[in-house]
């Protein structure tokens, strides 16, 4: 077909022009069992290539309609996940400890729980694509898990489980694109999802662990999450989303790196990016389960004044027993540069780098 003497190649070349040369038609009739040639072989176009394959005698006979003598139907058996080899890497900061001698960690599109003592594991497997946020309240046996795409093209969700079973209490929709980073507050009251909108930028969604819990199944409504296809296999009201109590911007933030919540006061939280460090202020979680607020939450970017801007932000952390007497919580971080950074609250709720 790329050879230009001749008509016969001329007509080649151009029909190659006109349909891409990945859709190669055959010149064999086509007989009427939609896509097999009269050989029984059928011709797939891998490529610029393409390629013929021949079905055996047996399937050929089922395939044109004539009784089989063997059933080739997938047998009614799902596969169970016995082992897990290794650990997602790109999920930095993912590993907890639950219990006595149990490391919980993510892996690929599921999270881990290995116990040390036993040499056993034990799997939560409500996602459908990579693992990439992970946080586990010990105390009260929960952990948050949120993955980076929906099966399809569909909007990515962090799944709210028990550690004791691996049973999903709810599941978490916000966002439409990755989910960065999870986190519980210090009394598992509230849960806080980071992720990406429609339209490019990052937020924070925050759910009440309460009301989550009132609308959950029963334990063991669904099994121990063993099965490879668990999340596939729920009833669409199991699929059934929660949407968070409310939502806060980050526009601030070109991505979501770091995302914690002060351990004495949750209506104070710590998101950062790459270069730039945000506080989450979030009035209305200061009432007692079920208050409403008028006040809507909103960020407040770090102040430097005279200390000079970070390179980069490489971590951050919540101190909870520091007293100053110009600040009511401090917030420490380390730079990409080498530099150890402390933040504090001021009278005018601004963040400074004191």
């Not at 050989?39 to 021949?54: E, F, N, P, W, Y």
């Amino acid at each position: 077909a790329t050879s230009s003497r001749g008509p016969r190649g001329t007509r080649g070349a151009r029909a190659a022009e006109q349909g891409g040369g990945s859709n190669v038609k055959s010149a064999r009739p086509s007989s009427a069992l939609g896509g097999l040639e009269a050989d029984g072989s059928v011709r797939i176009a891998a490529g610029k290539r393409t390629v013929r394959l021949c079905f055996p005698k047996r399937v050929l006979r089922e395939l044109s309609g004539q009784p089989a003598d063997f059933c080739t139907q997938p047998p009614n058996h799902r596969l169970q996940l016995d082992w897990v080899y290794g650990f997602s890497g790109a999920t930095g900061g993912c590993m907890f400890v639950v219990g006595a001698s149990e490391v919980v960690y993510p892996a690929a599109a599921c999270v881990v729980l290995y116990n040390l003592e036993k040499d056993t594991q034990r799997f939560f497997t409500g996602h459908d694509d990579l693992v990439t946020a992970l946080a586990v309240h010990s105390g009260e046996g929960l952990a948050v898990s949120g993955q980076r795409l929906g099966r399809g093209g569909a909007r990515p969700h962090a799944s709210l489980w028990r550690t004791t079973d691996q049973q999903e209490v709810a599941r978490l929709a916000g966002h439409d694109r990755q989910i960065g980073c999870v986190a519980f507050d210090s009394e598992a009251a509230h849960v806080l999802v980071s992720g990406v909108n429609n339209q490019g930028a990052c937020q924070v969604c925050v759910w009440s662990v309460d009301e989550l819990r009132l609308r959950a199944p029963p334990a063991g409504h669904s099994g121990s999450g063993l099965s490879v296809a668990v999340g596939l296999e729920k009833t669409a009201e199991d699929h059934a989303a929660h949407e968070p109590l409310f939502t806060v911007p980050l526009q601030s933030l070109e991505s979501v790196r770091g995302l914690h919540v002060h351990p004495l006061q949750s209506s104070v939280a710590l998101a950062h990016g790459s270069h730039t460090l945000s506080f989450v202020m979030m009035p209305s979680l200061k009432g007692p389960f079920g208050s409403k607020s008028n006040q809507k939450p909103y960020v407040r970017l770090a102040e430097y004044d005279s200390i000079d801007l970070p390179a980069g932000i490489a971590c951050t952390a919540f101190l909870s027993n520091v007293q100053k007497s110009d600040s009511s919580v401090c917030a420490a971080v380390g730079t990409t540069d080498g530099r150890f950074l402390l933040f504090s609250e001021q009278d005018n709720g601004a963040w400074r780098a004191t």
